[in-house]
């Protein structure tokens, strides 16, 4: 089923696009998501979608917000650097930064691991 109702397409379409986009961009593909799944629960009960579906549904939302969480901790991360370096001081790092996998790894120098 390839309609207007359809949560699966439009959810790929949101989800690719939330990815490095503005806070407030970032919050309305979250709300975003929430109504797709919510009618994606909807359209399993009415047994039009399958259960594997719905779970695809859910775990693309929950990408899209774990994608909102890591760019606003890198956006804290770039204004606490930038804070520093305005009034005179090199970055601060505490000797660890989170990768993409949520895995902790010692960094070389700096935030960046440079």
Same mark, same amino acid.
């Given at each position: 089923m390839r309609g207007s109702r359809d949560p699966v397409g439009l959810h790929r379409v949101g989800?690719?696009?939330?990815v490095g986009v503005g806070g407030g961009e970032m919050? *309305?593909?979250?709300?975003?998501?929430?109504?797709?799944?919510?009618?994606a629960?909807?359209?399993?009960?009415a047994m039009q979608i399958g259960i594997f579906q719905?779970? *695809?549904?859910?775990e693309q939302q929950i990408e899209t917000g774990v994608a909102y969480v890591d760019a606003l901790r890198e956006?804290?991360?770039a204004r606490a650097?930038?804070?520093q370096?305005?009034?005179?001081r090199l970055p601060i790092s505490n000797g660890f930064r989170v990768d993409g996998t949520g895995a902790k790894t010692k960094m070389k120098e700096g935030r960046n691991g440079e």
């Open positions: 989800h690719h696009s939330a919050k *309305r593909q979250i709300d975003r998501g929430k109504r797709i799944v919510n009618e629960q909807l359209q399993y009960n719905l779970l *695809r549904e859910r956006y804290w991360l650097d930038l804070e370096i305005s009034s005179g």
